[in-house]
């Protein structure tokens, strides 16, 4: 039950916390003026799993879980209820499982922060929906499969940081459609195939690291 989701003091049972406002005057927590949570931020000292009751927290916009370590298991599929959604942060945590394509729900998001759990599964092509997304960052995970061309519909991304994961095949053509892209960290996985060419395209690129892959080809 939700009880077992969540061990620490008066945050353990979140079923219960979930269905009511009387924590908007705790320091994790920000609501608007009817009461409804915008803002959940435990950086430290939560453990257990993410309950689908988190899906209930319809006007969330800022949601940060990260450095806790001791968070387990899959990213709910309730999350895409979250439709206000515009940071999400799980970083450095256990979690694990694939990204549950409906991700693809956050039509808001702006930061979507991965680093460091043990994710697995494909990207699902659902994150080209993410419009609004302008820092993608999943490195230090078990994600597999190729990198989707849908990919290139997030205009707006400034930051693709996929490094050290197991992603494999080859770069898609479509990254040249990331005109705002300033880093690009795809090393340390099993990628394939020539560079693209539409590399060139990325006159914003600051930083690209595409080392500890299996790249054949000239350089473009």
């Known amino acids: 039950g939700g009880g077992d989701s969540l061990r620490k003091s008066k945050y353990h ?100 922060d991965l680093n460091r759990n043990k994710f697995s599964g494909p990207i699902p092509s659902e994150i080209g929906h993410l419009q609004q997304l302008n820092s993608l960052e999943i490195f230090h995970n078990k994600f597999s499969g190729p990198i989707p061309s849908e990919i290139g519909h997030l205009q707006q991304l400034e930051r693709l940081f996929l490094a050290v994961n197991k992603f494999s095949g080859p770069i898609p053509g479509e990254i040249g459609h990331l005109q705002q892209l300033k880093s690009l960290e795809l090393g340390g996985n099993e990628l394939s195939g020539p560079i693209p060419s539409e590399i060139g395209h990325l006159q914003q690129l600051k930083s690209l690291n595409l080392a500890s892959n299996k790249f054949s080809g000239p350089i473009p």
């Not at 209820?81 to 999400?88: F, K, S, T, V």
Request: aromatic share 8%.
């Open 13 to 112: 049972d979140w079923s219960g916390w979930l269905k009511n406002s009387s924590h908007c005057d705790w320091d994790n927590f920000n609501c608007d003026e009817d009461g409804r949570v915008t803002r959940l931020d435990f950086m430290i000292g939560l453990r257990g799993t993410l309950p689908t009751e988190i899906g209930n927290l319809k006007g969330l916009r800022d949601l940060k879980l990260g450095n806790n370590y001791a968070m387990v298991g899959p990213i709910p599929s309730e999350i895409g209820y979250l439709q206000q959604l515009e940071r999400l942060s799980l970083l450095e945590n256990t979690f694990s499982g694939p990204i549950p394509s409906e991700i693809g729900h956050l039509q808001q998001l702006e930061s979507l």
